[in-house]
C-alpha cells in the first residue's frame, strides 16, 4: 500500500499549475493526505474519479488551512471522524488568543480495514513564538493522546505539516535557526514525545542520519534552487508495523507547493 501526504498550500493554486493531478496519477497512491488545502470541497475541479474525497475545511476562517484525505474506491473506509474530541479540546484548552484551532481544518481521521490514517496540519509558532506556549503545552499533547487513544482499537500511521524540524539534520542552517520558530526546543520535544510514544519517523528509519533530506523550502532568494530548506513533513508509523515499511520517499523536485510530497509504502 502506498500513501501520500503533501502541503499544497492552497489546493486551487496547485491545481492551477498543472502538478498536482499529474503527480498522484504518475504514483497513483491508494490514500492521499493533503494539508493547507485552504478550500472547502468542491471549490475546485479535481481529475481523481478513482478516489473518494474527504475534507476537513476550517470554519473559523475561510480560505484557511485545512486538510483532506483522498480514498482509493476500492478500499473500504470504516469512519471518518474530522477534528479532535471535544473531550480533549476542552481539558487541553484547544483555543487561543488566534482563534479556535479546532476549528481550523487541522486533523481529519479515516478507518480503514487494519488501521486508522490520520492527517494533521500542525499550527505553526509564529515567526514571533505568539503561539508557541499554545502549541507545546495544548496543541501537541492533545494530538498525541488522541492517536494513542485511536491505537487502542487499530494501529494509527499518522502524517502531515508538522512545522518542526526535529533534529539538526532536518534543516541547512540548523545554528542560525536554534531557537526560532519551527526549530525551538519545545516544539522538537514535541516529536520526542511521539517516538517515546512507540511511533517510528518513516523517513529516518531508512535514513538514519544526515542533511540535505527537506520538504520545505521559502520561496525566496532561490532558496529551493540552493536546497536550503527544513523537513517539517512527516509519515509515523507504529513500531511494530515498522517492519512492514518498504520504503520512505521525499519527492523534492516536484513542484506546485512551498512543500513537496513525503510518501510511505507499507506492506
Given at each position: ?11 486551487r493554486a496547485v491545481i492551477k499549475k498543472d502538478t498536482f493531478v ?246
Open positions: 500500500m502506498k500513501l501520500i501526504s503533501w502541503n499544497v498550500n492552497g489546493i499529474p503527480f498522484i496519477k504518475k504514483y497513483n497512491p491508494d490514500v492521499l493526505c493533503l494539508q493547507e488545502t485552504k478550500a472547502e470541497k468542491g471549490q475546485a475541479v479535481i481529475d481523481l474519479p478513482d478516489y473518494e474525497e474527504y475534507w476537513n475545511s476550517s470554519t473559523r476562517k475561510k480560505g484557511y488551512s485545512g486538510t483532506a484525505i483522498f480514498v482509493k474506491k476500492d478500499l473500504t473506509v470504516h469512519s471518518v471522524v474530522m477534528g479532535l474530541p471535544e473531550e480533549l479540546c476542552k481539558r487541553y484548552k484547544i483555543l487561543d488568543d488566534y482563534g479556535d484551532a479546532n476549528a481550523e481544518g487541522r486533523v481529519i481521521v479515516v478507518e480503514l480495514d487494519d488501521f486508522y490514517v490520520a492527517n494533521v496540519y500542525t499550527p505553526n509558532s509564529k515567526n514571533d513564538l505568539s503561539r508557541l506556549k499554545f502549541r507545546h503545552q495544548d496543541w501537541d499533547p492533545a494530538f498525541l493522546e488522541y492517536i494513542k487513544q485511536l491505537e487502542n482499537k487499530k494501529p494509527v500511521l499518522f502524517c502531515g505539516d508538522l512545522n518542526v524540524a526535529h533534529t539538526p539534520d532536518d534543516l541547512a542552517n540548523p545554528q542560525s535557526n536554534e531557537g526560532e520558530h519551527g526549530f525551538t526546543k519545545e516544539e522538537r520535544e514535541g516529536i520526542d514525545q511521539i517516538l517515546k510514544a512507540g511511533f517510528v519517523d518513516s523517513f529516518r528509519h531508512f535514513t538514519p542520519t544526515g542533511n540535505g533530506y527537506y520538504t520545505y523550502w521559502a520561496p525566496w532568494r532561490g532558496l529551493r534552487e540552493r536546497n536550503v530548506g527544513w523537513r517539517i513533513d512527516y509519515w509515523f508509523v507504529p513500531k511494530k508495523l515498522a517492519p512492514k515499511l518498504t520504503k520512505a520517499e521525499i519527492f523534492a523536485d516536484v513542484m506546485g507547493s512551498d512543500h513537496c510530497p513525503v510518501s510511505i509504502e507499507i506492506k
